[in-house]
């Protein structure tokens, strides 16, 4: 196998590895976009639960003490 051939091969792999983890990464992407809504919504739901039960502020929306 002469250099050039061997060369041509592993940057051929090369391509084929950046373009899964390129596929890999956008389906990350979506996920975390679906994870970040559903978060958001969750903690909306909460903060309006709390003013049901009668607080007076979400502590959702709060850090908590020892930070």
């Not at 890999?24 to 039960?53: C, F, P, S």
């Amino acid at each position: 196998m002469t250099n050039i051939t061997h060369l041509e091969e592993k940057i051929a792999h090369l391509t084929r590895t950046v373009e899964d983890l390129s596929d890999i990464v956008a389906r990350q992407e979506t996920e975390l976009a679906v994870a970040q809504r559903r978060l958001a919504m969750l903690m909306e739901r909460e903060a309006g639960r709390e003013m049901d039960a009668g607080g007076t502020v979400p502590l959702a929306d709060q850090r908590p003490p020892h930070w």
